[in-house]
């Protein structure tokens, strides 16, 4: 199993460019989340989703969008990419609630 | 609004010690806590999941409790070694099953 698979790995944008960070997993998990990482900030909750159709907002959505057409995939847009957007970004997946299982992540660079 | 507070300053031990890390909460009512353990540059993995009902779990050198009283969870790791030396992030997790993660304690053992 490959488990939960982040790309790309870096990334570097324009202030303004729109992009998709891609997150899928293999191990058919119900549950699947998006955090970003900031330094003294730990991990914040952007979008999160319970099932293949299924999505609500975290605590951090603003200028970000998801969609879970299967349970394999839960891709993360950045529709209008910020400078305050610069971060690194965790895909998470869990079958039952609990255990969750990380991505290697993304880093973002927006200039 | 939620709160979870994990110590900022950074834990030194010697190792062979026992590592006691603490993460308390207020606003909340956690049907569970997680922990996490995050190298540099890597993902979180997943260490251990307690239940509101449970006092205490063990996992080899790893032991949490968790008093819902206190609102609080303590993390020990007995017979440290160099190797544990990372940051670890403690995860209540309330009815939606997402966890929301406290910002870490960063521990380093001594040889």
């Known amino acids: 199993n490959a488990g939960v698979t982040q790309t790309p790995k870096f990334q570097v944008l324009k202030t303004g460019q729109s992009m998709t960070l891609q997150c899928a997993q293999d191990?058919?998990?119900?549950?699947m989340s998006w955090y970003r990482q900031d330094p003294g900030m730990g991990l914040r909750l952007i979008h999160y989703?319970?099932?293949?159709?299924?999505?609500d907002q975290g605590e951090v959505p603003n200028g970000y969008n998801v969609s879970r057409s299967t349970t394999e995939d839960f891709p993360l847009r950045l529709l209008s990419a910020a400078p305050s957007q610069t971060s690194v970004y965790f895909c998470?997946?869990?079958?039952?609630?609990?255990?969750?299982?990380f991505g290697s992540g993304t880093r973002l660079t927006v200039v | 609004s939620q709160k979870i507070e994990q110590n900022s300053e950074a834990l030194n031990i010697q190792e062979g010690k026992t590592a006691t890390l603490t993460c308390n909460y207020t606003?909340?009512?956690?049907?569970?806590l997680q922990w996490y353990r995050q190298d540099p540059g890597r993902g979180p993995v997943f260490l251990l999941l307690i239940r509101e009902n449970e006092k205490e779990k063990r996992k080899e050198r790893l032991k949490v409790t968790f008093d819902t009283t206190l609102k609080q969870s303590l993390f020990h790791i007995t017979a440290s070694q160099p190797a544990d030396s990372a940051t670890y992030l403690c995860?209540?997790?309330?009815?939606?099953?997402?966890?929301?993660f406290g910002r870490g304690t960063s521990l380093i053992v001594h040889p």
């Open positions: 995860a209540p997790t309330g009815g939606s099953y997402i966890p929301t």
């Open positions: 989703s319970v099932g293949a159709g299924i999505t």
């Open positions: 191990m058919n998990h119900e549950y």
């Open positions: 606003n909340y009512s956690p049907a569970y």
């Open positions: 998470a997946s869990s079958y039952d609630k609990g255990g969750y299982t």
